[in-house]
């Protein structure tokens, strides 16, 4: 029986081992997809304990609670901080099977030294160990960021933000880690949704545009798009129900959005309509500013309307989405590739069994002199535990070219996540290890290693071009 993971956790022959060791483990991290707070970076927050840093807008979390028993109040109410976090390590010690259970004890020993299971028992002594460490001045927001190895990292952020806490990040420089913005622009393509107008006047605002007219509309998001340029954004990112291809003319569009503006709600049809021509227009916009484009789709949200009502969105009632055409992936990535407008594009769908069909499309569009310029994103969401991550790299590696994978990112809002690149690292290290010792590809360290670190950083650093 193999101790409970230990440093060669997950990494099941000797090929993996070293792979992992001499070649992953000590490479930085460039994280170019996450959700952490621009403000808390720049307050350099410090976190009074455990709760706040590990449950506070954790929905990963918050599902398995749910799922254990454990009532709303220790979860997103008002019960005591010290409380939530016992309710916490009573679902997680009987959580096996869970990457939760493996993410969450790697945040405790790398960053706290915990090196033991966590358990009802002993959840005080953990708690009070815990609280005590967070108090010093490495263990708050920037430190945390620069312990974990993270050279670059991307937050998420509409076109309407006023990207302030990036600028004053650049303008103090004196954290070692570059924070840039990356564009979502999610709410100006969601007309259907009921606050879409009152969205809009906060992006006219923004962009000093009376938004009256759908030309209006584009005028807006290029302004805010050389602003965020101009701010170090070569990244934008979709957030799509699915793949969506029914674009409509010039005048239908612009008919659709008239009738939005005067305050009739789009039918299903002119939405789809709608997002596919802005959809296509801001693709054109990053092919033009050499931006790269990601679509991560194959998400139903918001299913439970009451939790919904009561606790709005994000906080742990989304779903995987069936209704993912390939079909209509492959025509939005022909209509720009017919006009030499492109970008470099990186695919993730939450539908596992997208992953063959993501491959067989992007191999469709790939070109140089890029390495691997239509990218399939790393697993994601329900996908980033070890399953999910093996099928997804060997759908790759099956179909695409493995060794141009930009590898992984975090996609979280907590500062105490980036242990999933180590969790990733060993699961990559242990599956090209198995491919070796089953001898299905030589022993060729000095290919196998430069892989190995090329996955880990270097495709990302090259590939997004940041400057």
Same mark, same amino acid.
């Given at each position: 029986m193999k101790p409970f993971m230990d440093e060669d956790f997950l990494l099941r022959t000797q090929t993996a081992r070293r792979l992992y060791h001499d070649y992953a483990e000590g490479m930085p991290i460039l994280d170019y997809h996450c959700h952490l707070s621009p403000e808390e970076i720049y307050e350099n927050r410090r976190f009074e304990n455990l709760t706040q840093i590990w449950l506070g807008g954790d929905h990963y979390k918050w599902r398995l609670m749910?799922?254990?028993?454990?009532?709303?109040?220790?979860?997103?109410?008002?019960?005591?901080? /010290?409380?939530?976090? @016992? /309710?916490?390590?009573?679902?997680?010690?009987?959580?096996i099977g869970n990457p939760l259970?493996?993410?969450?004890?790697?945040?405790?020993?790398?960053?706290?030294?915990?090196? #033991?299971?966590?358990t009802p028992q002993n959840a005080q002594e953990v708690w009070e160990a815990?609280?005590?460490?967070?108090?010093?001045?490495?263990?708050?927001?920037?430190?945390?960021?620069?312990?974990s190895g993270v050279r670059l990292l991307c937050t998420t952020d509409d076109p309407a933000d006023s990207l302030v806490y990036h600028q004053r990040l650049r303008a103090e420089g004196d954290f070692s880690v570059r924070v840039l913005p990356a564009w979502r622009p999610d709410r100006a393509l969601n007309l259907e949704k009921p606050d879409y107008l009152d969205y809009l006047g906060q992006l006219g605002r923004a962009a000093g545009v009376e938004i009256d007219s759908y030309k209006a509309l584009e005028e807006a998001l290029l302004r805010r798009m050389d602003f965020f340029q101009a701010q170090g954004c070569r990244l934008s990112d979709h957030g799509l129900g699915?793949?969506?291809?029914?674009?409509?003319?010039?005048?239908?569009?612009?008919?659709?959005?008239?009738?939005?503006?005067? #305050?009739?709600?789009?039918?299903?049809?002119?939405?789809?309509?709608? %997002?596919?021509?802005?959809?296509?227009?801001?693709?054109? @916009?990053?092919? @033009?500013?050499?931006?790269?484009?990601?679509?991560?789709? #194959?998400? %139903?949200?918001?299913?439970?309307? /009451?939790?919904?009502?009561?606790?709005?969105?994000?906080?742990?009632?989304?779903?995987i989405h069936d209704g993912a055409p390939?079909?209509?992936?492959?025509?939005?990535?022909?209509?720009?590739?017919?006009?030499?407008?492109?970008?470099?594009?990186?695919v993730y769908s939450l539908n596992p069994n997208d992953d063959e069909?993501?491959?067989?499309?992007?191999?469709?569009?790939?070109?140089?002199?890029?390495?691997?310029?239509?990218?399939h994103g790393s697993a994601w969401w329900f996908n980033d535990q070890k399953r999910g991550m093996e099928k997804q790299l060997t759908s790759l590696a099956n179909k695409g070219y493995l060794a141009g994978f930009v590898g992984m990112l975090t996609d979280s809002r907590s500062f105490l996540s980036y242990p999933r690149h180590e969790y990733f690292r060993r699961i990559l290290c242990n599956l090209m290890g198995e491919w070796v010792e089953n001898g299905e590809y030589p022993a060729d360290f000095e290919t196998l290693g430069q892989v190995v670190r090329d996955i880990a950083y270097n495709n990302a650093a090259a590939y997004f071009r940041f400057r």
């Open positions: 749910r799922a254990a028993g454990v009532e709303e109040r220790y979860i997103t109410g008002d019960a005591p901080d /010290r409380e939530k976090f @016992q /309710r916490y390590a009573q679902a997680l010690s009987r959580a259970y493996h993410w969450s004890h790697l945040e405790l020993k790398r960053y706290f030294g915990f090196d #033991g299971a966590l815990c609280s005590r460490r967070l108090q010093a001045e490495d263990m708050r927001a920037r430190a945390l960021i620069e312990k699915c793949a969506l291809y029914a674009p409509l003319s010039e005048e239908e569009v612009g008919a659709v959005f008239a009738r939005r503006l005067a #305050g009739r709600m789009a039918t299903a049809r002119e939405a789809l309509g709608f %997002k596919t021509s802005l959809l296509l227009f801001l693709g054109r @916009q990053y092919a @033009q500013r050499d931006w790269a484009m990601q679509l991560h789709y #194959g998400c %139903k949200r918001d299913n439970n309307r /009451r939790m919904f009502a009561a606790l709005g969105p994000d906080t742990g009632f989304d779903a390939a079909s209509q992936l492959a025509d939005l990535l022909d209509a720009l590739c017919g006009e030499g407008k492109l970008p470099r594009t990186l069909a993501i491959d067989t499309v992007l191999g469709c569009f790939q070109e140089g002199p890029t390495v691997s310029k239509m990218q």
